[in-house]
């Protein structure tokens, strides 16, 4: 896979997660401030009983970033 496109399957994979966070929030009646999804995106990834991909790993890890936080 070249560069260009695992960026844009990384970014991709980014926006699931960071899609389904807010929803998840959203049906929860919680508002999704950015400090609150890259909070859950951490605990999220803080939980290594899930199998993730690597892909899904490294764009959990880039959200995070992202929102300004570190991993």
Not at 14 to 23: D, H, I, P
């Given at each position: 896979?070249?560069?260009?496109?695992?960026?844009?399957?990384?970014?991709?994979?980014?926006?699931?997660?960071?899609?389904?966070?807010?929803?998840?929030?959203r049906?929860?009646?919680?508002?999704?401030?950015?400090?609150?999804?890259?909070?859950?995106?951490r605990?999220?990834?803080?939980?290594?009983k899930?199998?993730?991909?690597?892909?899904?790993?490294?764009?959990?890890?880039?959200?995070?970033?992202?929102?300004?936080?570190?991993v």
């Amino acid at each position: 896979m070249d560069k260009k496109a695992k960026d844009e399957a990384l970014y991709q994979e980014m926006c699931r997660v960071v899609g389904k966070v807010v929803l998840e929030m959203r049906d929860l009646g919680q508002e999704p401030e950015h400090i609150v999804i890259a909070g859950v995106v951490r605990t999220m990834l803080a939980n290594h009983k899930i199998k993730r991909s690597p892909l899904t790993s490294e764009a959990m890890e880039h959200v995070i970033e992202a929102l300004g936080y570190e991993v």
